[in-house]
């Protein structure tokens, strides 16, 4: 049963694993109606980092509907019944029109009839018409204009596969307009010129996937390596599933994931912890759960049984990569996966040393441990020169990881390894937002206080650990491997 | 039972009290009453040295973490490279961090750096180098060694100067995979036709470039009296002074570098890139000014109101907003001390609609050079360009790096100070006044990248016509276009 009541928590935490003392005053509330509160105070800086985090992406979404959070990132920036309006009541009867005739739309849509069909396109110009009278009522960007009026910073939103964040940087005297925002937001989004920005959403799609060859390589590499998970989907969205969005997609969607016992605030500066959570209760306590509580993703990723290859020919640099699966958070074999990554990469990790310094074959190598809630990955790519043939940059990359599956690293490179995420740790504490997105990304995962402890678990980890992480994972028969090359 | 009815009661009665006790949520944010802020813009003298060697330095203890950071501009640039050998600062750059030192050669140096997890970079832009370090600060001496080294006595190592050149190279034929570096380099060239600028770097200028080319270079200006520094972390002020006293050579009589003449000439009227995607990447270009300029505020205010501030601006609203067109719609006032900048107009919108985009634009263009800005406008560009000051100064990082620019860029000690009253002291009329002295759409150069075949297919929308221009296409990146002097 959740706590019924408000349970102030304070915690001095300092890291232990260092020859030195870092305290981060957490504070950590939860609210009646589920709503996550983490506070750190820092009273050198002017300002506060705040930002709202949604435990929603596209691991939530389904085929037909893929990217839908993604476009409610952007739908949030429209408003809601007081803001970015002039008069709700009398917009309302625009809004009601357009609504009517999308719920057509939609009902087409659910009998496969698409949103290029020549009855989805006369509605759509129906809609069209009926925009035009509403627009009378729009006040612009009303949002971002108060934001940005009063000292905002940082002002955006992002979308990932777990987490959907609204985040802005204010004067240390303005926090109260974030509460007022978000909290309206938060309880009456309202979906205004949702089909103009259905378009801007297809615009972004086309900038970063149609018109980038890696990241479009990408894209398809990922869809392939996740063979039953939602990770499957791009965040963004496919993009046919983008053209046929309706309005009642996105308000579904919206009524399951934005409430507040799927949320967590994080603020980052200068602001007093206790009058911050009093504030916070004050502006988001009325707002109720989801009336029906969040279904967590059961699927997991089928062990693999063969190899999945992926060849690309295309205007881009020509570059391997590999992927390898792994479990879900939380897992003891996560954190040796993070120092096998330290060990093969950097400019003296060993696929940098090996593949560019010795033996002249690539521009880059590096390896990335990608954890992720439900299931991961763990990523090899090299980028090749013009004339180097990838599978003798394959074969040195199964050479460097039978190395390691033999042998132990040595001691030097265990104590890079530790330097290195002291050096990481040290540096996330000093940016607001950096620490923000932190806290918030352990706490999707569990807990913020993972991020703590997080130095002591990489530091409990010895060299002997690292052969057999490597044998458990790092299995080529089962990898997915894509090779992007040059298009002749 | 009757104890419950008591029970309800109190609970009522306690409710309503504690409903009558607890403020309401202001109706609108506009009845949020704000504790005032202060705090006012750090100054940066008390933070600047010149230390015994002639070096100039901005430094600030910051005890908060157990961190050291140093970060430097050289007075240098790409625009300063020599002709026929355009890329030498950048590759001089790279091999100053990998090509070894006096001290270390280059495999030591990088096994060191990663160690000690240190950040340790040197690069070039088109009008400045800059040099950085950092690391826990209890590796602070080593590491400012390692800085030293690479900064004052790189190595050159022949393999390195191979191996890195090599790389480069790499990086040259892919560098227009993607179309925002193909626009940026065709603006460029479009806007200042052979200024040092917009030349780019070939395999051929790579060629030409010698060793010995890169250690005369490196002796040229990498000298004391031609950088400034800044530092902070957790260190005794005292203590760091001295050490770069040390590890930084005395400053000579030397002069500074000086930069070449650069103008804005454009090479036509519009010029479109042929490159087979979905979008047209657009650049809509005008001349502006070198800094100081007394225009420069009222520049800025004016951009900020049509396509400086995101959503809210003109151009967001009309192109992004309401017409669903682009994803990236905005406008930039340029600020450059060394050249004269340009001010522009970008955004990406698929092929089909490359035209009507570009007619809205203008329309806005006309619109604000016509009717200026309102009340509103003026008030909210104003509060965008000033309040986000507290942010900007937030640490004692930001302190000692943004008085360092300061100088570099020879403004006045008391810039930040003065800025916001700078700004306040503007009107309306202003505005207007620079609207119509620097964006006619008269003067307006048009650089696309996309497909050409699709563009000019749509190129039929009322209000604008590419083909009207007398575009000069260039037939893709291979053009002669991007090779022209």
Redesign the interface.
């Known amino acids: 049963m959740k706590k019924a009541f408000l349970i102030p928590l304070l915690l001095l935490v300092s890291t232990s694993a260092f020859?030195?003392d870092?305290n981060v005053p957490v504070t950590y509330d939860t609210l009646k109606n589920g709503m996550r509160i983490i506070v750190v105070p820092d009273t050198?800086?002017?300002?506060v980092s705040c930002r709202l985090y949604y435990f929603v992406g596209s691991m939530y979404e389904q085929f037909s509907r893929s990217g839908l959070s993604h476009m409610y990132e952007h739908m949030m920036?429209k408003g809601t019944h007081?803001?970015n309006t002039s008069d709700f009541a009398k917009e309302s009867v625009w809004l009601a029109k357009i609504d009517s005739v999308d719920k057509i739309i939609f009902s087409l849509k659910s009998h496969g009839i698409f949103d290029t069909s020549a009855q989805t396109v006369k509605l759509r110009k129906e809609i069209s018409g009926f925009m035009e009278k509403e627009?009378a009522y729009i006040k612009?960007?009303e949002i971002?204009?108060?934001y940005?009026?009063?000292?905002?910073?940082?002002?955006n939103a992002w979308t990932a596969d777990d987490m959907t964040a609204y985040i802005v940087?204010l004067?240390?005297?303005?926090v109260?307009?974030f509460y007022?925002?978000e909290?309206d937001r938060m309880s009456n989004p309202v979906f205004r010129?949702f089909?103009?920005?259905?378009?801007?959403?297809l615009?972004?799609r086309?900038?970063r996937y149609?018109?980038?060859?890696?990241n479009r390589f990408f894209e398809y590499l990922n869809s392939l390596f996740y063979l039953a998970h939602p990770y499957r989907l791009p965040t963004i969205g496919w993009k046919s599933d983008i053209e046929n969005y309706t309005i009642q997609d996105l308000s579904s969607h919206v009524k399951q994931f934005y409430t507040p016992d799927n949320a967590v605030i994080i603020l980052v500066g200068n602001i007093d912890p206790k009058k911050a959570v009093a504030d916070i209760k004050?502006?988001f306590g009325a707002i109720p759960r989801a009336a029906t509580p969040k279904q967590e993703v059961v699927t997991r990723e089928p062990q693999p049984i063969g190899e999945t290859r992926f060849t690309v020919r295309d205007?881009?640099?020509p570059q391997i990569d590999m992927m390898f699966h792994t479990p879900g958070y939380d897992n003891d074999d996560l954190y040796k996966l993070d120092v096998l990554e330290s060990i093969l990469s950097?400019?003296?990790?060993r696929l940098y040393d090996r593949l560019?310094?010795r033996e002249?074959l690539c521009?880059g190598a590096e390896a990335e441990n990608a954890v992720r809630l439900n299931n991961g990955y763990f990523e090899i790519n090299a980028s090749l020169?013009?004339d180097t043939d990838p599978a003798k940059v394959e074969k040195i990359i199964k050479e460097e990881i039978a190395a390691l599956a033999k042998t132990p690293p040595s001691v030097?490179e265990m104590?890079?390894i530790k330097?290195?995420i002291?050096?990481?740790f040290?540096?996330n504490?000093?940016s607001?937002e950096g620490l923000s997105d932190r806290l918030a990304w352990f706490e999707r995962l569990g807990s913020w206080k993972a991020m703590l402890q997080y130095p002591d678990r990489i530091a409990a980890i010895k060299p002997e650990d690292v052969p057999a992480i490597v044998k458990k994972y790092i299995d080529f028969d089962k990898a997915t491997v894509g090779v992007l090359l040059q298009k002749q | 039972m009757r104890k419950t009815t008591v029970t309800s009661a109190l609970i009522v009665a306690m409710t309503a009290l504690w409903f009558s006790a607890?403020?309401q949520?202001?109706a609108?944010?506009s009845k949020?009453a704000?504790?005032?802020?202060?705090?006012k813009v750090p100054l940066g003298e008390s933070y600047r040295q010149v230390l015994d060697n002639g070096l100039v330095a901005y430094i600030a203890e910051d005890h908060?973490?157990?961190?050291f950071q140093l970060s430097g501009i050289v007075r240098y640039g790409e625009i300063c490279d020599p002709a026929g050998k355009e890329g030498i600062s950048s590759l001089l750059t790279s091999i100053m961090r990998l090509g070894g030192t006096a001290a270390y050669h280059s495999?030591t140096l990088?096994?060191i750096?990663?160690?000690?997890?240190?950040h340790v970079s040197v690069s070039a832009s088109d009008t400045r180098v800059t040099f950085s370090c950092?690391?826990?600060s209890?590796y602070m001496d080593t590491c400012l060694y390692i800085l030293s080294q690479v900064l004052f006595h790189p190595a050159f190592e022949e393999k390195k100067v191979k191996?890195e050149t090599?790389?480069f190279l790499?990086?040259i034929?892919?560098r227009f995979?993607?179309?925002d570096p193909v626009l940026d380099a065709a603006y460029e060239k479009a806007m200042y036709r052979d200024g040092q600028n917009s030349l780019l770097p070939f395999p051929e200028t790579i060629g030409r470039i010698t060793r010995k080319d890169l250690v005369d270079l490196h002796k040229k200006i990498f000298r004391t009296e031609n950088m400034i520094v800044a530092a902070s972390g957790s260190f005794s002020k005292r203590n760091l002074a001295q050490k770069l006293a040390v590890l930084f050579p005395k400053a000579s009589a030397g002069a500074e570098s000086v930069y070449p003449e650069i103008a804005v000439k454009p090479i036509a009227k519009c010029i479109v890139v042929n490159k087979p995607?979905?979008?047209s990447y657009i650049r809509m270009g005008l001349p502006l000014f070198k800094r100081p300029n007394d225009d420069f505020y009222a520049v800025q205010l004016l951009n900020t109101v049509l396509g400086g501030?995101?959503?809210?601006s003109r151009l967001?609203?009309k192109v992004?907003?309401?017409?669903?067109?682009?994803?990236?719609v905005y406008s930039s006032a340029g600020s450059n001390y060394v050249y004269p900048a340009t001010f522009f107009i970008e955004f990406?919108?698929?092929n089909e609609t490359a035209s009507r985009a570009i007619a809205l634009s203008l329309e806005e263009v006309k619109r604000i050079r016509e009717s200026g800005i309102t009340d509103e406008e003026l008030s909210?560009a104003k509060?965008?360009l000033i309040?986000?000051?507290?942010?900007?100064f937030?640490?004692p990082?930001d302190i000692v790096d943004n008085y360092a620019d300061n100088e570099f860029l020879k403004r006045p000690a008391n810039h930040y100070a003065v800025y916001p009253d700078k700004v306040n002291a503007l009107t309306k009329a202003d505005v207007l006044a620079a609207a119509k002295k620097y964006l006619d759409p008269a003067n307006i150069t048009y650089t696309i990248v996309g497909d050409t075949a699709a563009v000019f297919r749509a190129d039929t929308i009322a209000g604008f016509s590419l083909r009207s221009q007398k575009p000069r296409v260039a037939v893709g990146v291979a053009d002669s276009l991007f090779r022209a002097k």
């Not at chain 1, 940005?148 to 002002?155: A, E, P, Q, S, V």
């Not at chain 1, 004067?171 to 303005?174: E, G, L, S, Y």
């Not at chain 2, 908060?64 to 961190?67: C, G, I």
């Open positions: 020859a030195y870092i050198n800086v002017a300002i920036f007081r803001l627009r612009k960007d971002w204009e108060l940005m009026g009063n000292g905002g910073t940082h002002l940087t004067p240390k005297n303005k109260e307009l007022w925002i909290s010129e089909y103009s920005e259905r378009e801007v959403v615009e972004e086309r900038m149609e018109n980038q060859p890696a004050h502006y205007d881009a640099a950097g400019r003296s990790g560019v310094n002249d521009t020169k013009k030097r104590e890079r330097n290195t002291r050096m990481s040290v540096s504490l000093r607001l | 607890t403020p949520v202001p609108s944010p949020i704000y504790p005032p802020l202060g705090w908060a973490l157990p961190y495999d990088d096994a750096i990663d160690l000690y997890a240190m950092a690391c826990l209890e191996k090599s790389l790499e990086a034929a892919h995979d993607n179309p995607i979905t979008q501030e995101g959503f809210t967001g609203s992004r907003s309401n017409e669903g067109l682009a994803y990236v990406q919108t698929k909210h509060k965008v309040d986000g000051f507290p942010s900007m937030r640490s990082a």
